[in-house]
């Protein structure tokens, strides 16, 4: 009995040894069939995380870029929370803006009226970077006016955006801008006009009102979904799309561009990857993955110089989203990932208690990763 048993034992292990991992033709599938739990706890669980994923490899042929695009259920009718997202085509109209004004730049001293606040744009767009800063990203605002964010952008063919409101600011709706007071000179200040925009018209889409139950100033406790339908909304293509023309603005038209001057335009690529640290900040209270979710998320540690990562993140309400170009010139490996997962087990907003450390953020830095090193081996192979 042993005798006959012994052959199919030795043939079963010979087969089990040389059978083929399996084969991936993008780095997204790679990623998303991980073994690790970081990963796979959220792809075994769908339904709830809300999870929506573009990746784009980036193929340079000679001085031409070609973008092969790959989705895992992005679907711009499923709404999510875009929260700092928003800063990114912010801090681009701005630069623009400031282009086609001849007495102001990216330098020129502010403040909002009512405001003691004395800054300059290029400070408050690195703000906006390396801490993710809310108070600057309002200033901004306050000098561009939701109606031109929202037609600008438009009119660069990202139309699925609408932008409302600022961020955690008691005026957030407010549809009349505070004029800014701008210095011409050390001792001469002019002021800027105010805008008045467009009120928001409630959005009607999937996933508008979530969870079972919401935090309320005045109310406590209220026992019905939360309403996101008056928020900013800015999904993932537009997201994608908004990056892939800041850092590859050749591949569009001229009038799907931002107006960018080439010292503009420098000027933002380089405040998308500042660090912290390089901005002056406290390495120990903003470590170098502060802003930096993919790959780098779940740890303090410093990242290496031969990373570059131009991002935007955006984490409230639950809910946590990267938009980043990610370029190893070392071993020439570069990518865009936008990616967003909403971790609210209890499914009450407002409260506090969200997953971000515990799955949001290890989900996001494992799928960086899993897409970076996958790069890696294709460059070997």
Same mark, same amino acid.
């Given at each position: 009995m042993i005798q006959k048993t012994l052959p199919f034992l030795i043939i079963m292990v010979f087969s089990t040894a040389c059978k083929k991992p399996p084969q991936y033709t993008n780095a997204l599938?790679? /990623?998303l069939a991980s073994k690790d739990l970081k990963i796979k706890r959220v792809i075994d669980s769908l339904d709830s995380y809300e999870v929506q994923i573009k990746f784009t490899k980036i193929i340079r042929a000679g001085d031409s870029v070609i973008f092969e695009d790959h989705d895992f259920q992005v679907n711009d009718t499923n709404y999510f929370y875009p929260a700092s997202t928003i800063k990114l085509p912010i801090a681009a109209l701005t630069l623009e803006k400031l282009n086609h004004m001849d007495s102001l730049h990216r330098n020129t001293r502010f403040y909002v009226e009512g405001d003691t606040m004395e800054t300059t744009f290029a400070s408050d767009i690195m703000k906006i970077f390396t801490i993710s800063d809310n108070a600057a990203n309002n200033r901004l605002f306050e000098f561009l006016g939701q109606d031109a964010i929202n037609g600008k952008l438009k009119q660069k063919g990202i139309d /699925?955006?609408?932008?409302s409101h600022r961020l955690s600011s008691d005026d957030a709706y407010e549809i009349t801008t505070k004029p800014l007071v701008v210095y011409l000179n050390d001792s001469t200040t002019t002021m800027l006009k105010n805008t008045i925009n467009t009120s928001a018209i409630p959005l009607d889409m999937n996933k508008i009102h979530k969870g079972k139950a919401y935090y309320d100033d005045e109310d406590g406790l209220v026992d019905e979904p939360f309403d996101f339908s008056l928020k900013n909304?800015?999904?993932i293509n537009a997201q994608h799309n908004v990056l892939k023309r800041i850092v590859f603005p050749e591949c569009f038209d001229p009038s799907e561009r931002f107006d960018l001057s080439t010292t503009q335009r420098d000027f933002l690529l380089e405040a998308m990857q500042t660090l912290p640290r390089e901005a002056g900040y406290d390495p120990k209270e903003y470590y170098d993955s502060y802003v930096k979710f993919l790959m780098y998320g779940d740890s303090k540690a410093a990242i290496p110089d031969y990373i570059k990562i131009r991002n935007k993140v955006g984490y409230a309400y639950?809910?946590?989203?990267?938009?980043?170009?990610?370029h190893d010139p070392k071993n020439n490996v570069e990518f865009l990932l936008t990616a967003t997962i909403l971790v609210n087990e209890d499914g009450i907003f407002n409260d506090n208690v969200y997953e971000y450390d515990s799955i949001g953020i290890p989900f996001?830095?494992?799928?960086g990763k899993e897409i970076y090193n996958y790069g890696l081996q294709s460059k070997k192979d």
């Open positions: 599938d790679y /990623a /699925a955006v609408r932008i909304y800015y999904p639950g809910t946590l989203t990267d938009c980043a170009y990610i996001l830095a494992t799928l």
